[in-house]
């Protein structure tokens, strides 16, 4: 009777743990997705992984006088249209550019994940909706410091 229990938990536990390890690849692969659709203009990969009703701002630091300015924001329409002027102005980002993602957090339907990319650190929240990653919302500060 103990091993038969033993064996049930093992495999409950080995299946929880599979998922968990599918959830960190695909929160991942979102947010890749997001460094390189902005990295490489691409449109389509931004679609896939931003919710529409994307809520995204944040900091830049002004070199001049060293002081951040007031928030900027960025809708979902606004990145789309960011990655496409990439794109035909073909300003991608350098082949060294950092490209970092760190889970924070990891539930059944909620991550915090910290991106760090060329114009900074993006705090980002995503869920899982039918099955898909989502970047709900971001929050940024740059630029970026080695």
Do not use: R
Not at 31 to 39: A, T, V
Not at 78 to 84: F, M, T
Not at 86 to 103: L, Q
Request: charged residues 25%; neutral net charge.
């Amino acid at each position: 009777m103990k091993y038969a229990l033993y064996l049930c938990f093992l495999l409950l536990s080995s299946q929880v743990f599979s998922q968990t390890a599918q959830d960190k690849d695909d929160v991942t692969k979102a947010c890749m997705g997001y460094i390189d659709g902005f990295y490489k203009g691409d449109t389509l990969k931004l679609k896939a992984v931003l919710s529409p009703k994307l809520h995204k701002f944040g900091f830049w630091k002004d070199a001049a006088t060293g002081s951040y300015g007031k928030a900027s924001y960025m809708s979902y329409q606004e990145a789309l249209q960011y990655a496409q002027n990439v794109f035909e102005k073909k300003n991608f980002a350098k082949a060294d550019a950092p490209k970092k993602v760190e889970i924070l957090d990891l539930m059944d339907h909620i991550a915090a994940v910290k991106v760090t990319a060329w114009w900074g650190y993006d705090y980002i929240l995503l869920s899982k909706q039918t099955g898909d990653w989502i970047i709900e919302e971001v929050l940024w500060q740059g630029p970026y410091k080695e």
